[in-house]
């Protein structure tokens, strides 16, 4: 690869590092879309926890996976804030990591890509003219 792309993939990584470390601690705490419609017909405490009534989020600790990146934060990290960034450090380095080798492994192999400067299609030309 070229210098200007390695650049490239550099400077958007670089980027989003700092979108999901740095800009992800000022997202809302607020529910999304889909947690308020599972809350509806719900009695909810000032702590955000189900606490009566009937909805789908009753269940919601019946199915739940867990794991070190739920809940949008790391597992064992105190601090909202900094548990937040890592999670968005990791998913976007995790994110990367597969996209890079997927890429990695359905690209061409060297001696099958085309050059693109033409120097080839001239040298076959001219070696069957003769």
Known sequence: MRKRTWGFIASGLLVSLLLAGVVSGFASADPDGLESALREGCT?????????????????????????????????????????????????LLTFALAGGGFWLV??????????????????????VG
């Open 44 to 92: 909810v405490d000032a702590e955000g926890a189900v606490t009566g009534g009937d909805c789908p989020a009753q269940r919601e600790q019946e199915h739940e996976i867990g794991g070190p990146l739920a809940d949008y934060g790391v597992t064992g990290i105190a601090d909202d804030a900094l548990a937040t960034g890592l999670s968005g450090v990791v998913g976007v």
């Open 107 to 128: 690209r061409r192999r060297a001696g099958q890509q085309p050059t693109g400067d033409g120097d080839a299609a001239q040298s076959t030309s001219a070696a069957g």
